[in-house]
């Protein structure tokens, strides 16, 4: 879902708009005043995540739309208006800001591969004080690490960094995997902000195909360049193929502990769900189904996603499927896949793949390309769901970003939830059937709705269960009907992420709350019925 840009902040449609937030959203010009001082604690970081307090005095007229912005590489501040910032914090967040003109806030700070600089920004849109530059001690230091599921008995690990020299993992016995390369630039971007005032150098994508390890297993690793430097010890745990336990949500964004906000829009309650997933034991992938960073444009925005998820990422696959805010040209901010198909690739070398995990054989669509009858995606999803070897994954599972059946009053337009819906029932309903697939998760719309087993909006034994589960971070969409569908079981606007436990006999799943963690809702399907507790 979109909302409207409505300030510097530019919240809406994912969080909150800040109180006296500019009425632009990058500074006009640069008019240094000589009073005002912006002095760092330090000016030259160890590691990417490290934390620095950002002090500053002298300004002559405090206002609540004052601001801390990071820009990076530093010189962007010398045209701010070129540049969108990585990072601000609203001044008056130090309570002294408004009486005197002076105060601190702590930041931290992500490598991007570059240098950078802290400016003060005025109520004017006006950068009247900027810092001395701040380095790290190595721009190369890699990072992003992102394993996914690749062919069968392998698996793909990327990073990123700005290093491009003899790319490698190194498994925890020694063996050393060698990386391609990959990156984009400014002109693969097809409009702004991508290619104007949201473009960063992303550096380079690395990818290693891994083989050889043990389902169920620890795997440890280090990543980085042969000749240095490589990262800290991480652990892979494996994936059972005994048994299928992941997590799947959609609509999640980006959000710092911080609380600095982004160029665009910052979505806070993306951290719960993250560190929720983090400490939940369950799960041995996660599937995420669009809408991944709302960059929109903002590319710094991607290593902020990255640095976010990081901690699920680096120990367990992480398995996406393209949203309207990674593809379409506007709602993607200029992106129009590029950013997202580079640091997420698949197997089929499109935006629809298929997998196995344990008993579940997962299909990912692309909601955002052509899946009429006739086109190259629905020849895919047909061939791969109608040949599905029942023996070896007895559950079959759909996944898109766009829901299949929704609850919801947005009925205008080609691309509203309800028209886009009958367009999918119309276009796969029948071989959704046919191929007898079990469960169906989508995204979205922000809110949980789970249907009976649907075929024709009508329930109908034997067929998919459609779940939406759009709810991982992104402002809640509270548009439900005044009288549901009759195909509806449950709706919960709330915020929360799923969770999918499968043997070859059962498959439950359950939608838990970011709140409290507890368990929301329930299904649990057999190859014979469908209860629900």
Known sequence: MTGAVVAFVALAGCAAVVAGAPASRHPDRVGVDPAVSLTLDKHV?????????????????????????????????????????????????????????????????????????????????????????????????????????????????????????????????????????????????????????????????????????????????????ASGPLSEEMGFHVPSDRHARFFVFGDLGTADPDNSSSALWTEPVSLQTTRRVVDDAGGEFVLHIGDLSYALGYLSEWDAFHHQISPISSRMPYQVAVGNHEFDDDDSGGECGVPYSRRFPSTSGSNWYAFDAGPVHIVVMSTEEDFGVGSEQHEFLSGDLLGVDRRKTPWVIVAGHRPFYVDSTWDVGEMSDIVFATRLQRELGDLLHSARVDLAVWGHNHSYQRTCPVHNSTCTAGAPVHIVVGTAGCELTRNGRPTPPSWLARRIDAFGYGRVDASRTRLAFEFVRDDDGSVADRVTLSKDRVAVT
């Open 45 to 225: 970081l160890q590691r990417s995540g490290e934390r620095v307090v950002v002090s500053w005095a002298g300004v002559r007229s405090p206002s609540n739309a004052d601001r801390v912005a990071l820009y990076s590489p530093a010189r962007a501040i010398l045209e701010p208006h070129l540049h969108a910032p990585a990072k601000y914090r609203l001044a008056n967040a130090s309570a002294s800001h408004y009486g005197t003109g002076s105060g601190s806030l702590l930041f931290t700070v992500l490598n991007l591969r570059a240098d950078l600089v802290f400016a003060f920004v005025d109520g004017d849109n006006v950068v009247i004080g900027r810092s001395d530059p701040v380095a790290f001690a190595d721009i190369s230091e890699p990072l992003a690490p992102r394993w996914s599921f690749w062919s069968p008995n392998q698996y793909l690990f990327s990073w990123t960094s700005a290093a491009t020299a003899d790319p490698v993992v190194v498994i925890d016995d020694g063996v050393v995997v060698n990386a391609t390369t990959v990156t984009y630039t400014r002109g693969d971007m097809c409009g702004a902000p991508a290619a104007t005032v949201g473009w960063i150098d992303p550096g380079h994508i690395h990818r290693a195909v891994v083989s050889g390890v043990r389902p169920g297993s620890l795997v440890r690793y280090r990543f980085g360049s």
